[in-house]
């Protein structure tokens, strides 16, 4: 049923916003061409092109990754997306074996966003990879603190919503 609403739709927010449903629903392909369908009627659209970059590198293809993430990039963001296109492109030129380059994108994503588990988590795992074990514990550990902080949060929020009903 969706692939017939897309493929019937030529309109910018509904492409933008398949392009997300199937990259959930964890079909790469098709988010990927919701993404480019949606950038041919607004080629300008830093949301789509970041949807683009994380679909690419969710499907392996790191090249293609790199290349929609610095088209986000050049468009101007909001502070927290910039600090994910930071960390796609970090990502992915770390697989791509850009280690160093990963490593500059990987620290530009947390000056961006300190508090996100996944860039130091990634972090870590690039350094240990590198033989900088120092470096790799002290992002294992800022990632395992904003893991425990997000359980925490998670654990109190259940706990307000299981008082509501009383």
């Known amino acids: 049923m969706h692939l ?3 493929r019937n739709n030529r309109n910018y ?23 480019k369908d949606a950038l041919e009627l607004r080629p300008q659209s830093p949301d789509c092109w970041l949807g683009l970059a994380t679909s690419y590198r969710k499907n392996s293809q790191y090249d293609e990754a790199i290349d929609a993430a610095e088209k986000a990039l050049k468009y101007s963001f909001p502070h927290t997306k910039l600090a994910w296109t930071f960390y796609e492109l970090g990502f992915c030129n770390w697989k791509m074996f850009n280690v160093d380059q990963g490593e500059e994108y990987l620290l530009e994503a947390i000056k961006h966003n300190p508090g996100e ?12 990879e590198k033989g900088d074990k120092s ?7 800022i990632s395992e603190s904003l893991s425990m902080d997000n359980m925490r949060k998670k ?12």
């Open 4 to 6: 017939i609403l897309y």
């Open 13 to 35: 927010l509904a492409n933008r916003s398949y392009g997300y449903l199937f990259r959930q629903l964890k079909n790469f392909r098709q988010a990927i061409t919701c993404y």
């Open 117 to 128: 588990y996944w860039f130091h988590k990634n972090l870590s795992e690039l350094y240990y």
């Open 135 to 141: 470096l790799g514990e002290i992002h294992f550990n």
């Open 155 to 166: 654990d109190m929020n259940a706990m307000f919503d299981a008082s509501d009903g009383v």
